[in-house]
């Protein structure tokens, strides 16, 4: 069998119809942006910024921000202008709209900073030092907090670029008068320290990887606002009832689970109660079982007994023999 040549390659392979404009011709022509969107902290809060500098940072590159907390290294989510050199650029109304929906006042976004401007490689380089220094205070934070009798359990301590304060997170199931102990840590670490209350699943969020799934925790990796979830959810969707299966890094049931609870919510309205009678074009029976997600019935025939499965589409729910309702 020959090979037909396509036209289309063989254009793109000839030089004379190659772009005479190189990546720097088209950087060239893109606007610098007035106001970015990025995240920061162990937290990940979002924040939008309004940027004066004349580079031209792209997604993902780590930024300088004077923030709401102190100066910080911040990596660059995207653009909040008509830059049309961004193909991720988005519209301020769009970013409103997903702070609205994905938890409204709850959700961690701030506006009280600016970033000033684009990391350098010796900014990272201080960074990574500052991280590391932080970590060595991990344990004297630790050996401080436990011997204070509050009942305070370490979780994590979080530094600023520009060493304003060092964040210690702490897990407790009360509120605790720590005034003093502030005084001891302060002298101990010669910082501002803001100590910050967190529950089980932030602790799960400040230090926990991997769930069972093999992806990153989500509420490490892109939820914000942990919503309640309720052993109802995983009723509704047949998943295990056993706590240690359906139960996150946290101990608490697992945050996927409320993904698709609206999906099956909508889909069990349509089907059929087990035990309920159905008329099914086989004739009458007993529903035994109801699969949501594939919307299929399985009936057990009156006049043979055997088991079917049919869509629900298929099936009408009547009146039981002894039903009051027949008479009538």
């Keep these: 069998m020959s090979i037909q040549p396509l036209p289309i390659f063989e254009r793109d392979a000839d030089a004379n119809f190659r772009t005479l404009e190189t990546d720097a011709d088209r950087y060239a022509k893109l606007k610098a942006p007035t106001s970015i969107v990025v995240r920061g902290g162990r937290m990940k809060w979002i924040a939008e910024y309004p940027y004066d500098g004349g580079a031209k940072p792209g997604c993902g590159t780590k930024l300088i921000a004077k923030t709401h907390r102190g100066t910080e290294l911040v990596e660059m989510l995207t653009t909040v202008c008509s830059n049309s050199g961004c193909s991720k650029s988005v519209s301020r109304q769009e970013v409103l709209e ?162 698709e609870d609206e999906t099956y919510e909508t889909l069990s309205k349509r089907m059929p109660k087990a035990k309920s009678r159905v008329e099914t074009p086989d004739g009458f029976g007993t529903v035994i079982e109801a699969r949501i997600l594939v919307q299929l019935v399985l009936v057990r025939l009156e006049s043979n007994n055997h088991e079917f499965a049919y869509p629900v589409e298929d099936i009408k729910v009547v009146p039981k023999p002894d039903d009051p309702k027949i008479s009538e």
């Design 98 to 259: 997903y702070i609205e929906n994905s938890g409204g006042r709850d959700y961690p976004f701030h506006q009280e900073g600016r970033v000033i401007r684009v990391a350098t490689a010796e900014d990272v380089a201080q960074w990574n030092a500052i991280q590391s220094e932080a970590a060595a205070l991990g344990p004297a934070a630790k050996e401080i907090l436990h011997s204070s009798g509050l009942g305070m359990k370490f979780v994590a301590v979080e530094p600023l670029f520009g060493g304003e304060s060092l964040t210690i997170f702490y897990l407790s199931e009360e509120r605790i008068d720590f005034r003093e102990l502030l005084k001891v840590l302060a002298a101990r670490f010669t910082t501002r320290i803001e100590l910050r209350q967190v529950g089980a699943r932030d602790e799960a969020r400040l230090v926990a990887d991997y769930e069972k799934c093999g992806q990153h925790c989500c509420c490490k990796n892109f939820l914000k606002v942990l919503k309640p979830i309720s052993m109802k959810s995983a009723k509704l969707q047949k998943a295990t009832l056993d706590p240690m299966k359906i139960s996150g890094r946290c101990g608490r049931l697992m945050c996927c689970l409320r993904y």
